[in-house]
DNA sequence: CACCATGTTCCTTG
DNA sequence: CCAAGGAACATGGT
């Protein structure tokens, strides 16, 4: 469950649980998504800390902790394409591809990750390479236009960059643009200031409404008995595929055009087109998502 | 067996 | 320097 949407419901979920409780026990069942902190020093640095705060910032779950009355500790989480976090009963059963479990007394905290993409670390540099947060202040269409300008790579490719805006992945980058009726391969710095500014607002819309959608879905990923078998999987397939009964959004509000290839574009029934860029997957509709038509005749040169 | 997958990084080639 | 393409990471679903 890995874009910015997903990861800000996560967060939004874990804080409120997390806070004031105190790592018992470190267990690292994959070294590799600590890198480049070593097992022990995660184990040294994090056993007696206490969770004091969580945030977001792009894809990334920011956690911070503190001994007593000491500097305070960062940890950086990513979920990758698969990770998933969330909180257990002490004795609940762990997953097949549990990363690292953190002991909290009569809870735990798991990061499973099956494909092991994922980070769990307490290396923070890669947040300086971030770009501004699409929901945040220092995002407007004016310094998205400059991120763009110059720039002869494809607008959707342009947007998985994750130092041009933070936390767009895949599907919202598909998404936005279908949204801003804006061609997926036209190149970023050929975008008008009138279509920068239409893509600036579809980012932000798209987003916004998936954040709104995920928090009225129950994220309860525990591992114990109730909440494992096809249920909990509905749950987790649901946050991108599913309906929501709860959520006063329909199906088509959500994922627009994302994996419907093939399928008649919501808005005018157009088949939807699959096209790979940057050996990635883009959805478009080729009719709601032309470009800018040079007119056929009266065009001087 | 084939191909696909919500992410990121590294390498090569032009 | 830039852009594009491919591979790698590792596992599972269809």
Redesign the pocket.
Request: net charge positive.
């Given at each position: 469950?890995?874009?910015l949407p997903?990861v800000e419901v996560l967060v939004r979920h874990l804080r409120p649980q997390l806070a004031g409780k105190i790592i018992r026990a470190v267990r690292v069942c994959r070294a590799?998504v600590l890198l480049p902190t070593s097992v022990a020093e995660l184990g040294r640095t994090l056993r007696g800390a206490r969770f004091t705060a969580l945030s977001r910032r792009?894809?990334f779950l920011v956690f911070t902790l503190r001994h007593r009355q000491t500097a305070a500790i960062s940890l950086l989480g990513?979920?990758?394409?698969?990770g998933r976090m969330y909180l257990a009963p002490a004795g609940a059963t762990e997953p097949?591809?549990a990363a690292v479990v953190l002991e909290l007394g009569h809870e735990k905290f798991i990061f499973e990750d099956?494909?092991?993409?994922g980070r769990f670390t307490l290396a923070t540099g890669?947040l300086d390479?971030l770009g501004p947060e699409p929901l945040g202040q220092n995002f407007s269409a004016r310094s998205l236009a400059e991120a763009l300008g110059?720039?002869?790579?494809?607008i959707k490719?342009k947007l998985?960059d994750?130092s041009v805006v933070a936390g767009v992945?895949?599907?919202y980058a598909s998404e936005a643009l279908f949204h801003a009726r804006l061609p997926p391969s036209v190149p970023a710095?050929r975008l008008t200031w009138p279509e920068v500014r239409r893509l600036w607002r579809a980012l932000r819309s798209v987003l916004r409404q998936a954040i709104l959608c995920g928090s009225t879905v129950p994220l309860d990923f525990s591992g114990s008995a109730k909440n494992r078998g096809p249920e909990r999987e509905a749950r987790?397939?649901l946050?991108?595929y599913g309906a929501n009964k709860d959520s006063p959004l329909t199906y088509e509000e959500r994922l627009r055009v994302y994996d419907r290839e093939g399928k008649p574009c919501v808005r005018c029934g157009r088949a939807v087109r699959?096209i790979v860029?940057?050996?990635?997957?883009t959805f478009f509709c080729p009719q709601c998502q032309r470009g800018p038509r040079t007119p056929a005749t009266g065009l001087k040169t």
């Open positions: 469950m890995p874009e997903e590799k792009g894809k990513h979920l990758g394409m698969t097949k591809h099956t494909r092991y993409f890669a390479k110059g720039s002869r790579q494809a490719v998985l994750q992945g895949n599907i710095g987790l397939n946050f991108y699959r860029q940057a050996a990635r997957s």
